[in-house]
């Protein structure tokens, strides 16, 4: 049988068509395995780089806590040092007031018979002198020795008390005051003209009797009425109610035993 040119021509022509189909689809094929292959690549390459991300970030984590325990530690040298140099400063100091305290309790040992003899001192002046604001220096007496035995008062503490009172004592040598209290003989109130060491006056409330101190005798006196007056006055200088002047007041002398 034969085959005419023209089914020739198109018998040639479908095979050339099979034939593209054919590489068509290896070609498809081929593009879809090396689409698969860049796929699986990119994927691969990200879960690396994830890996990659993760460890590094674990790393800066585990640099910043190394630089932290570093920082720490050099910290604690600091500490540590400063800490030393202050135990070394404490144990100088406890050295030290060790010492101080055995300077000390040998001083005290010195000091304690000083001070019991001075405040037995300032008894006996108080009530050997004119008895000028004698309650008050006795229970100012009364206080020092009540101090003396008591443990809880330091030495130096007991010793500036006396001295204190000591110089309170010295400047009633100086002092010109007046105040209002008792007259000893009849309990009346008076008020009293202290002159230093000098003198003592009184002059009752109505200014009618005036006396003073005798040394002599250890008493008070009524004085002539004749004193009023200068009494008076002087009792108003004393207390600032008056110029400063001459006044003509009686002054005696003990003559001793």
Known sequence: MLISRNSKVKLTHKMAILALML??????AQLQTAVQVVTNTNNAAQTSQTSVNRLNDQTEDLLVQYRTVLSEI?????????LEAVVNDQNSMIQSMNEQMTELESTNRAIVPMVIEMVDMI????EADIPFRKLERL?????????????????????????????????YGRSVTTYEDELPT???KVKFLQIGRTALLYQTLDEKESGMWNPTSKQ??????????????????????????????????????
């Open 23 to 28: 590489v068509s689809v290896a070609a498809t």
């Open 139 to 171: 229970d100012r007496v009364a206080g020092l020795e009540a101090i003396l035995n008591n443990s809880s008062v330091t030495t130096s503490e007991k010793y500036r008390k006396v001295t204190e009172a000591y110089q309170i004592e010295l400047d």
């Open 220 to 257: 008070f006196e009524r004085l002539d009425d004749r004193y009023n007056a200068a009494i008076k006055e002087g009792l108003r200088i004393a207390a600032k109610q008056a110029a400063p002047n001459l006044v003509g007041l009686p002054v005696l002398m003990s003559t001793g035993e």
């Open 74 to 82: 050099e910290s604690l040298q600091v500490y540590n040092q400063q």
């Open 123 to 126: 008894r006996k002046i108080v």
């Open 186 to 188: 009849n309990n009346v």
